[in-house]
């Protein structure tokens, strides 16, 4: 299957600093990425749509502006989390859909993110 | 509403135990189903998908899903777990977008 990597793995940082994310299609180039959330024992949500070259598509109750997407090549999309806070702890996963395999999205190894 | 329900929270077996998870779901118009699986400390992986044509999907690893449109229903099966078949287990559902169930802890006892 195709490969989807995520930097960084691991990140601790100060409230009200910002983080990126970087989500990268390995071995295929994707037009489409997904970012997700998961909470501790919890499915993972939604929380925006990336197309390349296109703004991104927010799920309902997403901050647009807490959330900055970025999807500037057909293997990368970033995820800047913006002033964090401690509520924004979580862990976050991108995926990419491999348009070879119809709808099929493959998912990175995800970024715990610590707000202190 | 859209949604995708995964009635088994915790699964505890032992091993060469049959396994069955259920997933049902709620979606209007044409459906792709997945299942994925989360191993400890690892990414999603795909077990195994459903677009079209025959209703019992064989996926990696042994697993197996039968989509019965009828009961809006995608089970993952498999005959004889293993200890090394211990993950998570989510079902999704969508063309685009998916919509993932809340997952199943599966644990298996050598």
């Known amino acids: 299957g195709a490969v989807v990597s995520q930097h960084p793995s691991w990140v601790i940082c100060k409230s009200g600093t910002s983080v990126k994310i970087e989500c990268r299609s390995l071995d295929f180039q994707a037009t489409t990425m997904f970012w997700y959330r998961q909470f501790p024992k919890q499915s993972l949500m939604l929380m925006a749509t990336?197309?390349?070259?296109?703004?991104?598509?927010?799920e309902q109750g997403v901050e647009k502006d807490k959330f900055l997407i970025n999807h500037a090549s057909l293997t990368l999309s970033t995820l800047t989390v913006t002033s964090a806070h401690p509520e924004d702890s979580s862990f976050y996963i991108c995926?990419?859909?491999?348009?070879?395999?119809?709808?099929?999205?493959?998912f990175g190894p995800g970024t715990r993110l610590l707000v202190l | 509403a859209q949604s995708v329900s995964q009635h088994n929270h915790h699964v505890i077996l032992s091993e060469a135990a049959s396994l069955e998870l259920g997933c049902n779901y709620s979606?209007?118009?044409?459906?792709?189903l997945f299942w994925y699986v989360q191993y400890p400390g690892q990414h999603l992986q795909l077990l195994l998908k459903y677009f079209s044509g025959d209703p019992l999907v064989k996926g990696i690893k042994g697993f197996e899903a039968e989509f019965i449109k009828s009961k809006f229903s995608f089970n993952l099966r498999k005959p004889s777990v293993q200890w090394s078949d211990t993950a998570e287990y989510f079902c999704a559902v969508g063309t685009y977008k998916y919509i993932f169930g809340t997952g199943t802890r599966l644990k298996v006892l050598a």
């Open positions: 979606y209007g118009g044409t459906v792709n």
């Open positions: 990336s197309n390349e070259g296109s703004k991104a598509t927010y």
């Open positions: 995926s990419a859909r491999d348009g070879r395999e119809g709808e099929t999205q493959y």
